[in-house]
């Protein structure tokens, strides 16, 4: 069983910033990576930003720079930080846990930038 749970989308102005957290609830698998993707409405679902167990990242080029992923001791919430905010960042956001039987994802939650 896989649950992920995220939070803290919402309204931010162009520059300002939010902060994404994903409760990762998982029975029968050990977590090592995690990630966070997006989609706008007519598009593909893109990745943002990965951490794996090791503690190594990777981010969109999009991003670089402004957003930060992070995982609490424990491994089981992993965080975005989103730093100055973009328009083009508008998009549902998705937490991601590829195992190896497949991907689970959360509901989603929709960050909305206004310019």
């Known amino acids: 069983q896989v649950r992920l749970v995220e939070s803290g989308g919402g309204l931010a102005q162009a520059g300002g910033s939010l902060r994404l957290s994903c409760a990762a609830s998982?029975?029968?698998?050990?977590?090592?990576?995690m990630g966070w993707y997006r989609q706008a409405p007519g598009k593909q679902r893109d990745l943002v930003a990965m951490i794996h167990s090791g503690g190594s990242t990777n981010y969109a080029d999009s991003v670089k720079g402004r957003f930060t992923i992070s995982r609490d001791n424990a491994k089981s919430t992993v965080h975005l930080q989103m730093n100055s905010l973009k328009p083009e960042d508008t998009a549902v956001y998705y937490c991601?846990?590829?195992?190896?039987?497949?991907?689970?994802w959360g509901q989603g939650t929709q960050v909305t930038v206004s310019s």
């Open positions: 998982v029975s029968g698998f050990s977590i090592n990576a």
């Open positions: 991601n846990f590829p195992s190896r039987f497949g991907d689970y």
